[in-house]
């Protein structure tokens, strides 16, 4: 979406008349107005009770309202091509949107799918803050009601609005007390504990400069089943939730000494590997409970790389978000400061599942021992200095379109909470518009982690097949890791 067109010129003036002078937009936020970054974050939240909207309606306007970047319009500034921020006065009605639903409706969890679906095939309407609140008053197999948050990316990063989410939330056990998040122990990837390990950094770097310049200019993803054409930033998604017990991944964790993350990005590649497999087969029309000479459909030396973002700031805290909630004003760790590396996914069907997380872990051990993620932050603001916010979108949508998906993770809160009242049972945020088929999301909550898929059916027309192997894949993961510690106890 060119910025010229989405986002209007509107006329502000103070009180006596005078034309305000009003904050641009950061450059970051800038680019999610850019062709193929026109990205919305959604929020999917699953209620234990019913729907009280008018407790919710009053509870934001004393809290998400008093945020400066939720009370304040996107105006277009045609003179200087800019976009700034414009306060305004704020109808809750406008963004706290309640359908009308038949109560008996045939297939509810289909509803409720379709209607998520539905919104990502839509835009916010700059006439307004750009997020929106929706309320499903029904219930489901598994909630008594869905709450449905979308957010445009220019508000913030994935760390900032969970941050600020989880700061209208309060612990259900203790009402009075805020949600807390894991603490890792680790306060940066990098560190550098002798000579070698900063050559290792650099020569890490390098070669992630590299195939990053290569990718940029010709060094595409093979062309799978999981590979989107061009146009698929423009059509809707479909969302997909598997929750795992956080037990079942924190015992592959110390069974093979490696980290939560590398579990969850090795239970991602054997997922991919076994949906790819079966979509493979299919290709070829071979019925493999017949073909036991073969198993593996896979053409070999496939390249499948997923864009891997990286929080660029200190740990937003959610007590701070709260605190600027009440005083309106925006601390310096908001907005969107992010950064990217390119992963590479060992794709294929292996003997043993805990090689999926140890090439998992090879991999991201590379990419945290190098500057990989401050580069490409560095690079889209050189870009962004030296030709414009139209050259940094070109340069990112080309990236993006070139490999095959995006993968993120955020860690959520350690306690069950409640939203204004209504306690959660699970929290899914993920993104559309992004010019890839595939979205991975990976978020704790409580005793609990869900991926969450985002995918273009029209590429990936079986998104439930695609959660059920990821699942399987964790399943057999953690069997082969607990059999192998059992060996090893002996």
């Known amino acids: 979406m060119d910025s010229s067109k989405g986002v209007k010129q509107i006329k502000t003036k103070a009180k006596d008349g005078r034309e305000e002078d009003h904050e641009p937009l950061s450059p970051m936020a800038r680019l999610f107005h850019e062709l193929g970054s026109n990205v919305y974050i959604i929020t999917m939240m699953g209620g234990k009770t019913k729907i009280n909207p008018d407790v919710i309606k009053q509870n934001m306007v004393r809290s ?11 105006v277009l500034d045609k003179e200087t ?6 306060p305004t006065n704020v109808n809750i ?10 109560p008996n409706i045939t297939c509810p969890d289909k509803f409720v799918d379709d209607y998520i679906s539905k919104l990502s095939s839509s835009h916010i309407e700059n006439s307004k803050p750009l997020w929106d609140l929706h309320l499903l008053d029904i219930k489901t197999s598994n909630d008594e009601a869905t709450a449905v948050f979308c957010f445009h990316h220019s508000l913030g990063d994935g760390l900032s609005l969970m941050t600020l989410l989880l700061a209208t939330t309060r612990q259900s056990s203790d009402t009075n007390a805020l949600p807390t998040l894991p603490v890792s122990k680790n306060s940066g ?27 940029l200019l010709f060094l595409k993803d093979t062309e799978t089943p999981l590979k989107a054409g061009v146009g698929v930033e423009n059509r809707p998604r479909r969302f997909v939730r598997k ?18 993350n590398d579990v969850a990005l090795g239970v991602t590649q054997a997922g991919l590997s076994s949906y790819l497999n079966r979509r493979y087969s299919e290709i070829r029309d071979v019925d493999r409970t017949n073909d036991h000479d073969k198993n593996d459909f896979i053409p070999k030396n496939i390249r499948l790389r997923a864009t891997f973002f990286f929080n660029l700031r200190a740990t937003t805290r959610i007590d701070s978000l709260a605190e600027t909630m009440k005083t309106g004003r925006v601390g310096r760790q908001w907005g969107n400061r992010i950064g990217y590396v390119l992963l590479p996914f060992a794709i294929g069907v292996k003997r043993n599942p805990l090689d999926y997380v140890r090439e998992a872990k090879a991999v991201i051990d590379r990419k945290k021992s190098s500057l990989e993620p401050l580069f490409t932050h560095f690079v889209v603001n050189l870009v962004l200095k030296l030709f414009g916010i139209k050259a940094v979108g070109k340069l990112n949508y080309k990236l993006f379109f070139n490999t095959t998906l995006w993968f993120t993770n955020l860690p959520g809160p350690e306690q069950e909470v409640t939203f204004y009242g209504h306690d959660l049972t699970y929290i899914a945020p993920s993104c559309y518009g992004q010019p890839n088929s595939l979205m991975i999301h990976v978020v704790s909550y409580m005793n609990k982690l869900t991926f969450v898929i985002s995918a273009d059916e ?31 106890n002996k």
């Open 64 to 74: 998400v309202l008093w945020h400066p970047r939720f009370s304040s319009l996107q």
């Open 93 to 102: 009605d406008d963004h706290v949107i309640v359908p009308d639903i038949d």
């Open 189 to 215: 990837y990098i560190k550098f504990s002798s000579v070698w390990s900063l050559v290792q950094v650099l020569w890490n770097f390098i070669v992630a400069v590299i195939l990053f310049i290569f990718t």
């Open 243 to 260: 929750t795992a017990s956080l037990a079942d991944v924190k015992a592959v964790k110390d069974a093979m000494n490696v980290t939560l």
């Open 81 to 86: 091509g800019s976009i700034k921020w414009i």
């Open 458 to 488: 029209e590429t990936i027309p079986d998104p439930q097949r695609l959660g059920d192997d990821l699942e399987e894949a964790l399943h057999v993961i953690k069997a082969s890791a607990l059999l192998r510690e059992s060996v090893k």
